[in-house]
């Protein structure tokens, strides 16, 4: 009797998952993690930023992990190439999957369909390595802000990006405005977007000080957290830790009733 993979997915349609991919494909090699939760995907560059997208178990018709984690390392532009093989556009014919890992260091075998015709992709894996661990857990966060995405496009169409870092200052009460400050300093001068408590566009404000704070970040570091995953996003959540590290998380509508989570970590300037 042949043995049930590590590894067993099938969902209807593989194109809901592609932009997910691509919103932390800012270096090739991945590291997926599997649970009986879902795929987390994993992308770092340079210890100093890390991208994880979340594919839950329900965006899956099937799903199945032999073992409480399975892991491995695989080049992540191959793996949307294969999933993109009958294109992307979402008002296409949906495309079906099945994504299967058989045992620790075999390939990843892909199984896609569109109309009847069939595609069979195998992508080679290598061993994870341990992952950076910026320190999230709740009793670490320092401050907390959960927004529409409107705003935060808004601020980074209106900054500088000739500015080397990225400045954010939170104001909290009791000052008379409360706010976050996003500043940049580049070749057209200062520039400052301010988001107020008081918005609509912001649902979350939280902070543990009543004094201002201020964390610096490279902006070359924040461009590969924005690119894309702020294009798609919905509902932002920005959380910066007693350490001075940021988290960028993106709530991203997939389907009519399915949403995904989209992560990033930074390091201080």
């Given amino acids: 009797m042949m043995e049930q993979p590590l590894i067993y997915v099938a969902m209807d349609n593989a194109k809901v998952i592609i932009n997910l991919l691509k919103a932390v494909h800012f270096r090739d090699l991945a590291t997926m993690f599997a649970t009986n939760n879902g795929i987390k995907v994993t992308v770092e560059d340079s210890k100093c930023i890390q991208g994880n997208a979340f594919l839950h178990s329900a965006l899956f018709r099937e799903y199945s992990v032999r073992k409480d984690i399975v892991s491995f390392r695989t080049n992540l532009g191959i793996l949307i190439d294969c999933l993109s093989i009958f ?108 988001l107020p408590r008081s918005s609509d566009q912001v649902e979350v404000f939280e902070s543990s000080t ?14 590969p957290a924005t690119n894309r995953a702020l294009s798609m996003a919905s509902r932002i959540s920005l959380r910066i830790n007693d350490r001075g590290f940021l988290s960028i998380q993106y709530m991203i509508n997939v389907s009519d009733n399915e949403v995904a989570f989209v992560e990033f970590f930074v390091s201080i300037f």
């Fill in 87 to 194: 294109g992307t556009s979402v008002q296409g014919s949906p495309v079906s999957l099945i994504m299967s890992y058989k045992i620790h260091g075999s390939t990843v075998d892909l199984l896609l369909e569109e109309n009847a015709v069939v595609a069979e992709c195998s992508i080679k894996t290598m061993e994870a390595f341990e992952i950076l661990d910026f320190d999230f857990s709740s009793s670490n966060i320092a401050d907390k802000f959960i927004m529409k995405s409107d705003c935060m496009r808004e601020a980074f169409n209106e900054l500088d990006t000739s500015s080397e870092i990225l400045e954010v200052a939170i104001i909290p009460p009791p000052a008379i405005q409360p706010r976050l400050r996003l500043t940049t300093y580049g070749f057209a001068g200062t520039m400052h977007f301010d």
């Fill in 210 to 223: 009543a004094s201002p704070r201020i964390a610096r970040f490279r902006l070359s570091l924040l461009r």
